[in-house]
């Protein structure tokens, strides 16, 4: 094996999913019935969810068995390598060490599969017989597309509309799987034409695209809707990330100071980092856990922490997270997996609980950081992963300045393949870096349900 990649054999896949659940100081707060102020109820939310996905949303136990077939599926690219970034390091003239988890290797791209393949199963198994989404970049669409098409589902994807333009290839991927793409906001559900009455060339965001997709869901009950990120199943299935990359380490006689991930939704930096924390709970090593936004969608460090919903149409629960305002939509960064209103409920609860921080990145230095990365290590990464890339690479200069010799662990969450016009603008100079969107926030803040 050479020097700087560790891999695992198959056999090493885990066999079960962390739930940082069970190891959190405080539980994370219940999705809440905005009519009723009360925990949603679970027959509820089976209108919109599998059963079995439900179950591992609420559940608090600490290991939760993956099943065969969905690790039977994931074996065609699992375990992902760890690679050991020495030209890098070497470039930057760091005494730090970086390593990098690489999820683009999976049939999508990047980290979803991990969970699509979870999900699409388990509506197999509760009957379901069409599935629909919303997706931003693309990459979730595609996953689910893939995982839809193994299992014999329906997939209907509704496609952010300024990425829907960007990114054309992304549909003929979603196509080629079986997936059928629709762009939002969409003259075909009541949230969608309801947009584009006010404005009828908008760009979209997720949380439009989440009200339509729940609302053809909600229409039909053989019907049922998946997320790509934020709730707490799609956060344990990604957690495979940080046990395989707790196991490599091991492998290279190392273990990390500082873990870093790029936050949307936030399911892969917690698919990385809550391993790690987990560890930290139960009395392991202290470790710098790191999230990192786009200065134009800066939940994290600049929202607030309160109930609010999930989506533009105020169909969702009430999830109790750090929001922007579920009304604001931010500006059309190239990360658009990047661009959503909130953050994970188990995130925010960990960030609420001091057991990491978060800053945020502009994006001409992220496509500054991206091709620097990949010209030193062969791997051209998503706009979205080049968000963690950026962080870690300033860890490491911050380290050639000190003189220490941290050792750096960030998730690679996918190629960036798919994303060449943002590449293109970049290198012709149409790329701007966003301002803060103050005034936007302020008024989408302004309008947060009122419960509690
Ligand atoms: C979707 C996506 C993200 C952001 O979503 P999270 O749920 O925060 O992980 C980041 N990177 C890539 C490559 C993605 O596809």
Redesign the pocket.
Known sequence: MSQHKYILDEASIPTHWYNIEADLPERTPPPLDYTTGKPMEAAKLETIFAKTLLEQEMSAERYIEIPEPVREIMCQYRPSPLYRALRLEKELGTPAKIYYKF??VSP?????TNSAIAQAFENKRCGTKKVTTET?????GT?LSHACNIFGLECVVYMVRCSFDQKPYRKAIMEIFGGKTIPSPSPFTEAGRAILAKDPDCRGSLGIAISEAVEDAVKDPQTKYCL???LNH?LLH?SIIGLEALKQLEMANDYPDIII???????????IAFPFIGEMLRGGKKVDVLGVEPAACPSLTKGKYAYDFGDVARQTPLIKMYTLGSSFIPPAVH????R?HGM?PQISNVARQGLMRARTVQQLDVFRDAIQFARAEGIT?????S??ISAAMDEARRCRETGESKTILF?L????HLDMTAYLEYFAGNLSNYEYPENEIAMALSCLPVCE
């Open positions: 999820e683009g999508s791209g990047s980290h979803k931003g970049a693309g990459q979730w996953a790509g990120s934020v799609v990604q991930g790029a936050c949307g939704g936030g399911s892969n930096f917690a698919g990360a658009g997996g990047l959503y994970a990464p998503a706009p979205e992963s968000h963690a998730n969450s996918g190629h960036g």
